[in-house]
């Protein structure tokens, strides 16, 4: 008969846990004791998680455990707020081990019960066995007249272990060791570091036919902790920090995880510059769950004056290669972050919406791209994709070798626009070091070195034509 292999659990009593002290003196400091809880949020991951707890202290040695701290936290950042009569000794931090592996890890070599129900009867056996071994997570056991490995049914746990180092914990801990001055009841400010907690910035903008654009940015909270921050104050940090590699303690498998989505507006206060970065502090508090991704509403920016770009890039070269077949010019919004209402912008997506459509039609989805980090004054352009009703194609007209490094071409460009407005257009140059440009049917600037840029009106329904003759000396 083929047994269906059914899965393992632990049968623990309460009793016995009770009556298991930790070690000796500490004493378990959990949420409960919670005053107050601030997170500031980088946009790499990193969260700065300020708390204070009230906890009871006596004169000298102290050792605290505190549950509900991040398992992610970087142990070496733990710091205490100010004080003269308490000082930080020592920390560790320690997962649960009141779990079914670590308790079967434990109970290695001791006697247990393999407990099977009849499917016939629907009775149960309990067998005595004795565990042999844990090894990669499989329980080997020997029940006297055999050896089975990974056997159906349930282990049950005749004792708890007694001998854990540190104690059984049926959640994480950060362990600390304390000299403390004084006795009685305090409050007890604390700070880490912790990874798995971080924002992006995301934005939807809306187009209107006037090219006037309404820009409303949101932040994606993201908690990838196995803990849960309740009404915790929140700061969100916009730019990078520096961070070297540093170990963390052994992090527990992930328990499946509540994910949800959600979206709220928070008033939020001015961005204010700190240390290079712009900081923003929201009004009121925020919760966030284990695994959580939660949406708010940041602020939003009316009547942005905006440009639609068409833009040629790389299309004007030196030598051949140029493409025999028309291409489609990239389409680009460009806008000033500037005005009254003008705030530093965090880098992230931007989703566009093109309003220019009929009356009553609704907006079309028009493009994504990422905007890096935009001070107040800053430019942005995005480029969003291509415009098909506006195209170009390049020919090499000319060539003459004038010795073997040098050589002349002439080029031309013809640009067609299908709209039924005239377009500016954009064409950019891709040249190689010693090119030099001798004549142009009209005047390019210097983008950058070897990218000259030709700025050009191309009528409704017409054309227009770019030439230039290019010298490359190598």
Do not use: C
């Amino acid at each position: 008969m083929i047994l269906h292999r059914s899965l393992l659990v632990v049968t623990l009593s309460l009793a016995g846990l009770a009556a298991l002290p930790l070690s000796a003196q500490e004493r378990v400091i959990g949420l409960e004791a919670r005053q107050d809880l601030g997170l500031t949020v980088y946009q790499n991951g990193l969260t700065q998680v300020d708390e204070v707890r009230w906890l009871p202290l006596v004169e000298g040695e102290n050792r605290i455990s505190l549950t509900g701290i991040s398992n992610q936290l970087v142990l070496d950042s733990v710091t205490l707020g100010a004080a003269d009569d308490l000082a930080l000794v020592s920390q560790s931090y320690l997962p649960a081990n009141l779990t079914r592996s670590e308790l079967l890890k434990q109970a290695v070599g001791q006697r247990v019960l393999l407990i099977r129900d009849n499917p016939e009867t629907g009775e149960s056996e309990q067998l005595d066995a004795e565990l042999l071994s844990m090894a990669d997570g499989m329980p080997v056991l020997d029940l006297g007249d055999r050896i089975e490995i990974e056997p159906a049914g349930r282990i049950a746990l005749i004792s708890l272990p007694r001998d854990v180092p540190g104690g059984l914990r049926a959640e994480p801990a950060l362990t600390l060791t304390l000299d403390s001055q004084r006795k009685g009841s305090g409050e007890l400010p604390l700070t880490y570091l912790t990874d798995g907690l971080g924002w992006q910035a995301s934005y939807v903008a809306r187009l209107s036919e006037e090219d006037r654009l309404s820009l409303v940015a949101s932040v994606t909270l993201n908690n990838q902790t196995d803990v849960a921050f309740q009404d915790a104050g929140l700061r969100l940090v916009a730019g990078e920090v520096a961070r070297t590699q540093m170990p963390r303690p052994a992090m527990l498998r992930a328990s499946p995880s509540m994910v949800a989505d959600s979206s709220e507006e928070q008033k939020m206060g001015a961005p204010v510059s700190r240390t290079d970065r712009y900081v923003y502090t929201l009004d009121g508090t925020v919760s966030l769950q284990p695994g959580e991704q939660q949406q708010r509403r940041l602020f939003a920016l009316q009547d942005i004056e905006a440009d639609r770009l068409y833009r040629f890039d790389g299309l004007a070269t030196a030598g051949g290669g140029q493409p025999d077949r028309p291409v489609s010019a990239g389409l680009h919004l460009a806008f000033d972050n500037n005005g009254d209402n003008a705030q530093p912008l965090p880098a992230g997506t931007i989703r566009v919406y093109d309003r220019s459509g009929e009356k009553g039609e609704a907006a079309l989805f028009a493009g994504e791209a990422r905007m890096d980090h935009t001070p107040e004054g800053g430019e942005v352009t995005l480029r969003l994709g291509e415009a098909f009703d506006v195209s170009a194609i390049a020919r090499q007209t000319d060539f003459e070798r004038l010795s073997d490094e040098s050589f002349e071409a002439v080029h031309k460009i013809v640009m067609k626009n299908a709209r039924t407005a005239e377009v500016e257009v954009e064409v950019t140059g891709s040249m190689p070091p010693g090119a030099r440009i001798l004549e142009e049917s009209a005047e390019s600037e210097a983008e950058a070195a070897g990218r000259p840029v030709w700025t050009l009106e191309v009528p409704a329904e017409g054309e227009t034509t770019l030439t230039y003759r290019v010298r490359v000396e190598q």
